[in-house]
């Protein structure tokens, strides 16, 4: 069955703008993640989403935000882009509400701000 | 704060050989523990995982050790081969606690010398 897909896959935005990606997980999957990858720094949490609910926030400013529809697909808002905001966005999906399942990530949308 | 920690940045091995992975965690709560590899400009692939209950999982050429007393797993690979490498990013969760959040490493680059 197909995988997680996100898009766009690639993005330039000036600062100051906004940006949303969007992720549509495995079929069936109900729990939907983003983590925040940039060199040096593994991957960062940034939110998870299940049954259209935020369920946990990682530790980011509130420029960062999401949502979840009601067919389990997800976007990601980053609004008055920064600088430091360049990095590369996976989206990770996975079936079961636990941490205790295996999630799978998209091959991720990479932003570049400037 | 970096809860898993992966302190060796990169690894390079000869083809055949083994290659040994390490990462520490400082979470005492965690008990679910996943290996990923990546590729540049792919997601994270998912390898093995490991409950807290086992102290080692084994699948084809991959094996995770987990030491639990010394916080500490490791991932094997048995024997290298150049398709292996890549990034190899550590995660760890506590399995009912915060909602699909992952704490990740920050990454060991293998390389695989013919």
């Not at chain 1, 600062?15 to 999957?29: E, F, K, M, W, Y």
Request: net charge positive; proline share 4%.
């Amino acid at each position: 069955k197909a995988g997680v897909t996100q898009t766009p896959r690639y993005l330039i935005k000036t600062r100051g703008q906004q940006v949303t990606l969007s992720c549509s997980p495995i079929s069936g999957h109900r729990s939907v993640s983003w983590y925040q990858q940039t060199p040096g720094q593994g991957l960062q949490f940034l939110f998870e989403y299940f049954s259209e609910t935020q369920r946990n926030k990682g530790n980011f400013p509130g420029r960062f935000s999401g949502r979840q529809f009601s067919n389990s697909r997800s976007e990601m808002n980053v609004s008055t882009l920064e600088l430091g905001d360049s990095a590369l966005y996976l989206c990770a999906s996975s079936y079961a509400g636990s941490s205790g399942n295996t999630i799978y990530f998209g091959e991720g949308s990479w932003l570049t701000v400037v | 704060d970096q809860q898993v920690k992966q302190n060796s940045p990169s690894l390079s091995v000869q083809e055949g050989r083994i290659s040994i992975l390490n990462c520490d965690y400082t979470n005492s709560m965690f008990d679910y523990f996943l290996w990923y590899k990546k590729y540049p400009a792919e997601g994270p692939t998912f390898l093995i995982s490991i409950s807290s209950i086992k102290d080692k999982n084994e699948d084809g050429r991959f094996t995770v050790f987990l030491n639990k007393s010394a916080k500490h797993l490791s991932l094997h690979i048995v024997p290298s081969q150049p398709g292996d490498s890549a990034v190899y990013f550590c995660a760890a969760s506590v399995v009912w606690g915060d909602a699909g959040q992952f704490y990740f490493g920050t990454g060991t680059s293998l390389t695989v010398i013919p």
